[in-house]
């Protein structure tokens, strides 16, 4: 299963509402997941089936879709948000990523 | 704490061979399955492999089936990736990742990761 995210990169300023899509190749329901990672660091997990918070994040991030197309929200953008943002198809093996965004200061 | 410590990256040759080990700690190993994910340098992550609790499944990207071979010995409370037959593509970091007890295939928690070059 393929999976696109749009826009690839974007540049945001503090404050700003975010949304990132992400589509797959055909229909996963519910089976997706968002990670961030920061350079050099490994990825963390932020949402997972498509909506559900991970504990510990913080409640400015949103995820929402089904079927073939996903958004991560970041309703108010703060400083520590500028990463990489992947998502994760997890319907059928072998799971896959999309290629990422990149968030940035504009 | 969940810990996750990977080693035994390094640089090797095209064909050569190299073994990945993750040292677990701060959860009951035994209890989760296991996933290697990769990164190559600047590019996005990819799934390699994972291996259920007790080892008796074992799943991996086609790119790497045949060549890398996942285990675990839930007594040391390890993960490991025996990487054969190595080729310029699998020049990465691997990351050890530790799968949800409720949802498999989403990545909880992850290590630092090992760089593996493969070059001449």
């Known amino acids: 299963i393929q999976l696109t995210q749009s826009p690839s990169s974007l540049s945001a300023s503090v404050g700003d509402r975010v949304t990132i899509t992400c589509r797959a190749s055909?229909?996963?329901?519910?089976?997706l997941a968002w990670y961030q990672q920061k350079p050099g660091k490994a990825p963390k997990l932020l949402i997972y089936?498509?909506?559900t918070l991970q504990s510990g994040v913080p409640s400015r991030f949103s995820g929402s879709g089904s079927g073939t197309d996903f958004t991560l929200t970041i309703s108010s953008l703060q400083p520590e948000d500028f990463a990489t943002y992947y998502c994760?198809?997890?319907?059928?093996?072998?799971?896959?990523f999309g290629p990422g965004t990149k968030v940035d200061i504009k | 704490e969940v810990q996750l410590v990977e080693s035994g990256g390094g640089l090797v040759q095209p064909g050569g061979s190299l073994r990945l080990s993750c040292a677990a700690s701060?959860?009951?190993?035994?209890?989760?399955?296991m996933s290697w994910v990769r990164q190559a340098p600047g590019k996005g992550l990819e799934w390699v492999a994972n291996?259920?609790?007790?080892?008796?499944?074992?799943y991996y990207v086609d790119s790497v089936k045949g060549r890398f071979t996942i285990s675990r010995d839930n007594a040391k409370n390890s993960l490991y990736l025996q990487m054969n037959s190595l080729r310029a593509e699998d020049t990465a970091v691997y990351y050890c990742?530790?799968?949800?007890?409720?949802?498999?295939?989403?990545?909880?928690?992850w290590g630092q990761g090992t760089l593996v070059t493969v070059s001449s």
């Open positions: 990742a530790l799968e949800r007890w409720d949802t498999a295939m989403v990545f909880d928690y």
């Open positions: 701060g959860f009951t190993f035994s209890s989760y399955w």
């Open positions: 291996i259920k609790q007790d080892g008796s499944e074992k």
């Open positions: 055909q229909g996963i329901s519910s089976y």
């Open positions: 089936a498509a909506s």
């Open positions: 994760q198809q997890l319907n059928s093996y072998p799971p896959t």
